[in-house]
């Protein structure tokens, strides 16, 4: 109980993380109070509606949590005075640690719901990547910008790809399955904040 | 019957609508003749393409009503001499009436279909939002530019929002169907033409 | 037999030109190893997954051919290092013929699938030109550019438009699939061929 409790704490921090991520994006671009909205929507639920189509999941995933889509345009409606009465700046450095949450436990679901719908390993492992990466380039996308994650020369889907393995042989190995989604969205978020403290890159493709 | 043709002849011309705010664009950004088709084909469909995916919705939209693919073709292949002719300039503001008509009826029509379906409120007014919107999105991204639906600072979503609680209200209280779409419809028209007309804007989030 | 191989080995040419032209845009923009690979996986597989959620057909192309997700992310990886080593520009030109190629089989190959599924004519013929332009429109939205076969006035998504109807006209007179397959095929990559060589153009929307 107390676990699921912590997990279900976990995800709520993943999708406020994402949520952020895409009020920030949206303010940058002096988007209005619509497209604020919109982009966060689009970013906390873009990768999870994406797996839902490919695995021909129903209902969705914000449609199953309805409480989601409340919540959220409550919080981008909320955010800006938060922030003017704090004095404190949104920088995209802030939203680093819980990126990386979200990035981990979105992979660890996406991997094992796949899993469950009986996905044969690299099919689940890449949805798990789908529901982690892909809110984001939706949003990259809406904002007219390049992927962040595919340019940036930082590891991110690369680790979430990494994790989603993990996942499936802790599956495979029969563990439960909170302790599968704890261990694997743990690795996933401790590899991913050490790449960003010692600032480890990917190499760019320099043949042209 | 004559109520049926009325509600049918709106929304002929809320597609013609989209798919004509599509040949603008894509025309404007010196598109090919397939461009300009294509364009204009995910404008006036994309909304109601992606309701019906999430909603698992079969046949599609334009699946159903095939004739809607032949004339829109026609439609992108003819317009230009059409305009040519009547050395008339087609502006973006020429096609903010028909495209008010569009936003309103697919809205409405949006919403009422999730609500047949057994969706909750709220989740039948995001599809009709959908509807009404994301074919408008899908034209900027392809054309890259960023949604003007979510930057333009005008109440464009914010209204088809609040016209979808209109059609679930009404829903609600067993109005006739017809009756429903039709006052739904018309007052989304309504307050987007006077939102247009007096000029009517969204704050823009200050806190970055 | 022999004939089948021969399809089979079309289509893997066909999945290799499309995914190349993947990598050679992403690589242009600077796009790190993930960027490169999903761009490529996109490139490569978004229309065929399109057309699948389209036509609720299920598993998934690139599901139930598990081994091109495999080859494809070889192919990204293993690339850059084959083209440093033969000293050898990799440019747009060198991919124009398989990439031809790819048009005339995902094109055919598509088309057939929708028919065989009970589509009707015409949405066959769209769900051909989905299944082999959509993927490199992806592509172009990801590294943010205006979709080249939307914009560069070249006879391509026509080709394969007009391509699908001569499947159409074939599987309605009761030919064999795999001839069907081929003349489709082998019409539109001549067809395109020859619009490359005589630098044949769609001419422009002028009338803004």
Same mark, same amino acid.
């Given at each position: ?27 940058? $671009? ?18 999870? #509606? ?7 999941? $129903? ?14 345009? %409550?919080?981008?409606? /909320? ?21 990386? @949450? ?11 719901? /796949?899993?469950?719908? %009986? ?11 789908? #529901? ?16 962040? /994650? ?9 680790? /979430? ?15 439960? #399955? ?17 790449? @960003? ?5 990917? $190499? ?5």
């Amino acid at each position: 109980m107390t676990l699921n409790t912590f997990v279900i704490a976990l995800e709520v921090l993943g999708v406020i993380a994402f949520a952020l991520s895409g009020v920030i994006e949206a303010a940058r $671009k002096h988007f209005d109070l619509v497209g604020v909205v919109m982009v966060s929507f689009v970013t906390a639920f873009g990768g999870g #509606t994406l797996r839902d189509v490919l695995l021909e999941r $129903k209902p969705f995933f914000w449609v199953e949590q309805e409480f989601w889509v409340w919540a959220l345009i %409550g919080l981008a409606v /909320a955010l800006p005075f938060f922030f003017r009465a704090r004095h404190m700046e949104l920088t995209e450095r802030a939203i680093l640690v819980p990126d990386a @949450i979200g990035l981990g436990i979105f992979t660890a679901g996406g991997t094992h719901i /796949a899993l469950e719908l %009986g996905s044969s390993p690299l099919v689940s492992v890449l949805m798990g990547v789908i #529901t982690a990466v892909v809110g984001g380039v939706f949003r990259d996308v809406l904002v007219n910008e390049v992927p962040r /994650a595919f340019h940036d020369h930082q590891p991110y889907a690369v680790v /979430a790809f990494a994790g989603g393995w993990v996942v499936v042989a802790l599956d495979a190995l029969a563990v439960p #399955t909170s302790i599968t989604l704890l261990v694997g969205s743990g690795l996933i978020i401790l590899v991913r904040l050490l790449a @960003i403290k010692f600032g480890w890159e990917l $190499k760019r493709w320099r043949f042209l």
